[in-house]
């Protein structure tokens, strides 16, 4: 049994990773990567292929960051300092763009440091991501793990009107635009760069073996090795064809609108109806990880998977909203239970080895993630119809996957 400082240092653990996690969220939000930050690129005279480079940095970064800095990460003997001193230069950079909008640079020179701080934030956030996961596995137990991934998830449906209000007072005030916009990057910083004092008092659960500095072929080894493990190569195929199902939800609204025939007001209803999803399915899904172990969890987001182009087939047959509404539900539920695919990989893996695994999970999941440009051809060369029959397959396919996962039930 459990001490009680034992417990009550699980709870704040709980609680530090939580609001770091939702105030990183709000303060993303708020600057809004695919809102916010395309206008305003726009204003100040970005061309069309400087702003669609964003998605692609991002996703770059997101790939060789962590396959290079895994080994440092496993290394460093203080990850939660290393944590807040990267999330402290990186997420306070942002401060430097309103900067330069109250000093009125050029537009030239403004668009120049916009890049100069994204590039610098992209290229750090992915460290802080690994830490991030490795101390969700080293200071929150098993079987608080999924209800806590839930719980954010749920609460950052809220997070999004929140921030949707915030950025409609602002755009609706009496402020000139570039003063608007400076108002936003400030706002949106401070609570990024605010996020890294709930680690203060957060501390790991137990001592595990001291980090050993490895070369960069060493380092390499460890991560073929961990596909030496059949549990975790199972959940990666899990995984692996769950990820292209999901994919395939991003064309939905678009399938809503153009096939459908959906108006413009039912589709922004259906965005709510998505949130509302999210929301719903973090709480659920939490709660279930929690009493039935995780790959319940799993079970159920795969049952759902399932469910979405049935239900996508049908609205082309009758009731279409009503079909719309119930899909995109799901697809908000879902978002948030495939949380659990990460919650069982710490549940599975030593605390020590949890950095290996996560770059090895991200390299396995990194040729599935352009299977998006392979299903919009398909959708643009025949219909949506054999989007869902292969949305069908694989989310069968993952299901199977799951079902041979081990179920761990925490008993309280």
Partial sequence: MKSPQKRDQDTVNGYCIMFE???????????????????????????????????????????????????????????????????????????????????????????????????????????????????????????????????????????????????????????????????????????????????????????????????????????????????????MLANAFSSVSVIINTFYFIYAQNRLGLSSEKISNLIIVQTLGLMAGGFITGNISEKFGIKRTLQLIECLELAVPIMGLLAAKSTPYLFAAATVFSIGFIKSGNSGFQAYLLEIIPTEKSVFHIVARNLVLLPFSFSGVLVGALIARYSNTPAFFLQLVMASMAMVMVCTLKLNVYKK
């Fill in 21 to 235: 996690g939702l105030f990183n969220s709000l303060g993303n939000d708020i600057i809004g990567m695919t809102t916010i930050v395309p206008l305003f690129l726009a204003s100040i005279g970005a061309q069309l292929s400087q702003i669609g480079s964003l998605s692609t940095i991002q996703s770059v970064m997101a790939t060789l960051v962590p396959l290079v800095a895994g080994g440092a990460v496993a290394a460093a003997a203080n990850k939660r300092k290393m944590s807040m001193l990267i999330n402290g230069f990186s997420r306070s950079s942002f401060l430097l763009i309103p900067l330069g909008l109250v000093l009125g640079l050029n537009p030239r020179s403004e668009l120049a440091l916009f890049f100069v701080v994204i590039i610098f934030f992209y290229l750090l956030q992915p460290v802080t991501g690994l830490i991030w996961s490795y101390l969700l596995g080293a200071c929150v137990p098993n079987e608080k793990r999924g209800k806590l991934l839930g719980t954010l998830f749920g609460l950052s449906g809220l997070i999004t009107f929140a921030s949707s209000t915030i950025i409609k007072g602002i755009r609706s005030s009496s402020l000139e635009e570039s003063m608007q916009y400076a108002v936003i990057f400030t706002l949106g910083g401070i609570i990024m760069a605010s996020s890294v004092f709930f680690f203060i008092p957060l501390r790991e659960r137990r001592q595990t073996a001291a980090p050993v500095r490895v070369g960069f072929k060493d380092y390499l080894r460890e991560l073929v090795s961990c596909f030496g493990n059949r549990l975790f190569c199972r959940l």
